[in-house]
């Protein structure tokens, strides 16, 4: 087996994403919104999202994916002038939260490459919204809201005010966040009405929906020998949701951590036909990776 093929393996278990069903029917919602705000129904219907889920459920894989499928690309204008156009952004939120450094954050995420270290709230907040239209951004996906309110010295209600006053920029908003944050939504019915709440679901069950998860990702990493991930009859469904607890970040989570422990990870690693998951090693890749904090 040759060192290339031994990386390959490690990557596609380390780049693992598959496109279950919560993932495309938050992404059609996220469609949904570039869509309105192109027809111009956002002056009259403003339409933006929160976005919550637990911990590991796939969140943050779920938004930078989507702006992957929406890469920026570069326009060149009547005057042949070149415009990198920048069609979706996902931007962590800072933490400690400020204004300063929320709009910093943006402007980052526009490509900005040098930012002044005497630059005011004021000044970052025009240059932000000025790339916003120029680079013609539809949606911005703020993730960790969670940020906000864990920042003791900023208030909630000013933080929710400089998203509602974004949202009046022509630019669709996704604010991200776990369900601790769905009670910044009941401060004013304004960003009730403006905020749509959707929530993003773990797999509850150990049904079929979660062992064709599991048989989408061996066909995605492309074992040397068959797992039988998906079989019931083998008994790794059941004890992979146990572990996981129908989290899907969990679950990555542990299958990269046993291929760590069956060396995949190695520079020197070779024979993938030696890589075989078993229990037993799954066992030891969740007791590595969550210690107590995962309780089976």
Known sequence: MSRTEAKQFANR????????E??????????????????????????????????????TQLATHYKRRNPVYTYVDRDETEIDIAPVLYIKLPYPFTALEFYKKILVGLGTKILRSDMRVGYAKDQALYLLRKQKTELIIFDELN??????????????????????????????????????????????????????????????????????????????????????????????????????????????????????????FRDIHNAHLTVTKLREAKESFFGQTLKT
């Open 13 to 20: 278990i380390a780049d693992l994403f598959i496109q279950h």
């Open 147 to 268: 940020f906000l309110t864990r920042t003791k010295r900023f208030d909630d209600q000013d933080g929710m005010e400089m998203f509602k006053d974004l949202s009046n920029e022509g630019v669709s908003l996704v604010c991200m966040g776990t369900p601790k944050v769905e009670y910044l939504l009941d401060m004013e019915d304004e960003y009730f009405r403006r905020f749509k709440l959707e929530r993003i679901n773990s797999f509850e069950e150990c049904d079929e929906r979660f062992c064709k998860l599991l048989k989408d990702i061996e066909t995605a990493i492309q074992p040397p020998r068959s797992l039988h991930l998906g079989k019931l009859e083998s008994g790794l469904p059941q004890l992979l949701h146990e572990y996981c607890q129908g989290r899907i970040g969990y679950l990555h989570a542990i299958l990269i951590e046993a291929y760590r422990l069956l060396g995949v990870f190695d520079d020197d």
């Open 22 to 59: 919560e993932v495309k029917r938050i992404w059609d919602r996220f469609d949904s919104l570039r869509v309105h705000l192109k027809a111009g129904n956002q002056e009259h219907d403003p339409n933006h999202l929160m976005l919550t889920g637990i911990s590991g459920v796939g969140k």
